[in-house]
């Protein structure tokens, strides 16, 4: 008997006993390299899983209080924080359950990276990895897009002296860098760093705020527009639906079982940060937010702000490396190089990639409405909708209940429960998220597009004042005026 139960403990733990093993190396300069760069522990997964889900939408989230209010704004972070928590469980749920099913059919992860879609694929068929892939991949290349826009929106407030388009230019070739790192494995000191960079910003922001007081004349009229009011809570939907990378988190682990409470850890960190800053700006600023999307925009130069601005730049280099190197595997299994070697044969074919991404990010500049738009129309489906009903499909049967590897806690209801929360999720963001915040968010991007048209070079940068003449030519021209007027005035008595 005992035997037998070291056996499926085996079976669940899966290749990763063996690959820690390997791991540990007697070798000083490995012991350093593997501190810095080779992650695999529950407290990397915790980092990556906090760091990637606030990134640059910090920044935007006064901007959504100024449409939804502040008591509006605060519900909806905590709601969709819970529910963003709860969905991210599934995925862990679901992974568990696929990888220890293939593993009993002695199938070898060492060389391979899981992805979403294969776990829909292995657990519910073709039709399920299609559509999952195709809401993963648009997101997260939509994701990507919206790293580079920011990059660009916020070097402009420390150097203005290029347009923010060629800083999108700038910094496109900057996170095409990406390539060289090989896997979630490698992101230990970025996740550890990326972290720390939001924290000073978020309180950054808030101490600011507060010193700087409130605007004369502030008005906190929000929510004045239903199209504003779902525009900002899809926007806060898409801030707590960065766990379209979670498997591929989840994978880099040791022990993938430890993940189920890591992201509700990381959201509660995350909380900590998104909501005094959002409600210290929206206090201090109130509906000058509505037209300034990037909360930096509206906060005084000081040495402080430049280096959030820096920081918040090299976090977003970061982020873009999240949402791309799940593409990069996808374009790798496409191409037959998933498995190669050879990291120089690797980037280079992982190129490819970071070039659409580069172009859409140049096109659609609306930095805020485009987070909105993703909200509504990808988060919405890839990682609430899509992982509820998998969840359901996936266990519907008596038997696969009976076999499941994770059980549902007495605290969920069990599988009744859990299944009236997972209906629940679909319903409420079938119609709030994607129905109501798709409408909105369309009207808003559209009006952006109307309103500043495609490509455009510099968007919602203040207007530039016109040249002051040359000194000499000051000097021989400002008695003109004067002179022109007593003329006249010696005519007309």
Not at 273 to 278: E, G, M, Q, R, V
Not at 420 to 425: G, L, M, Q, R, S
Not at 444 to 468: A, E, M, R, W
Not at 473 to 492: D, E, R
């Amino acid at each position: 008997m005992a035997s037998s139960d070291k056996m499926v403990e085996t079976v669940i733990v899966g290749n990763y006993v063996e690959m820690e093993a390997e791991g540990k190396s007697k070798d000083i300069k490995s012991k350093v390299s593997n501190f810095f760069w080779h992650g695999g522990s529950v407290y990397d997964a915790w980092f990556s899983c906090a760091s990637n889900q606030v990134a640059q939408v910090l920044l935007t989230l006064p901007y959504s209080f100024s449409q939804l209010g502040m008591l509006s704004g605060i519900l909806f972070q905590l709601f969709y924080g819970l529910m963003g928590s709860w969905t991210a469980y599934l995925i862990s749920v679901l992974y568990v359950e696929y990888r220890t099913r293939k593993e009993r059919e002695k199938v070898d992860f060492r060389n391979h990276v899981i992805q979403w879609f294969e776990v829909l694929d292995g657990l519910l068929g073709k039709h399920w990895r299609n559509v999952g892939l195709a809401f993963n991949c648009t997101f997260l290349v939509f994701g990507s897009v919206i790293q580079l826009i920011a990059c660009a929106s916020n070097i402009y407030y420390i150097n203005d002296n290029l347009d923010k388009r060629t800083w999108t230019y700038i910094f496109g070739a900057c996170c095409a860098t990406t390539v060289f790192i090989p896997s979630f494995h490698n992101y230990r000191i970025w996740s550890f760093l990326g972290l720390l960079m939001t924290t000073y910003t978020a309180w950054y922001l808030t101490i600011a705020s507060i010193l700087h007081g409130q605007v004369e004349g502030v008005m906190h009229s929000g929510p004045t527009k239903v199209v504003l009011y779902f525009t900002g809570a899809t926007n806060i939907l898409y801030t707590f639906g960065g766990h379209a990378v979670t498997v591929e988190i989840m994978h880099a682990m040791w022990k993938p079982q430890k993940f189920k409470a890591i992201y509700l850890l990381a959201t509660l960190y995350v909380l900590t940060l998104t909501l005094p800053s959002a409600a210290a700006v929206y206090w201090a600023f109130g509906d000058m937010l509505l037209n300034h999307s990037n909360a930096f925009s509206l906060l005084p130069r000081s040495p402080f702000k430049d280096m959030a601005v820096v920081l918040m730049l090299i976090h977003q280099f970061i982020t873009f490396g999240f949402a791309c190197t799940p593409l990069y595997f996808v374009w790798e299994k496409a191409i037959g190089m998933h498995e190669c070697k050879s990291l120089c044969k690797r980037a280079a074919a992982r190129l490819p990639v970071v070039i659409p991404i580069w172009f859409l990010a140049i096109v659609f500049p609306f930095f805020g409405p485009i987070n909105s738009t993703v909200g509504s129309l990808l988060v919405s489906f890839t990682v609430y909708i899509i992982p509820a009903l998998a969840h359901i499909f996936t266990f519907r049967s008596s038997a696969a209940r009976e076999n499941a590897v994770n059980q549902p806690s007495k605290y969920f209801g069990r599988w009744v429960g859990t299944c009236i929360i997972n209906i629940f999720i679909v319903v409420w963001v079938l119609i709030v998220g994607f129905g109501f915040g798709g409408w909105a968010s369309m009207v808003n991007f559209v009006h952006q597009i109307d309103t500043f048209g495609l490509f455009t070079k510099c968007y919602q940068c203040p207007p530039q004042l016109p040249l002051s003449p040359p000194p000499h030519l000051l000097n021989t021209t400002a008695p003109l005026p004067p002179s022109k007027g007593n003329f006249t005035h010696s005519h007309h008595p």
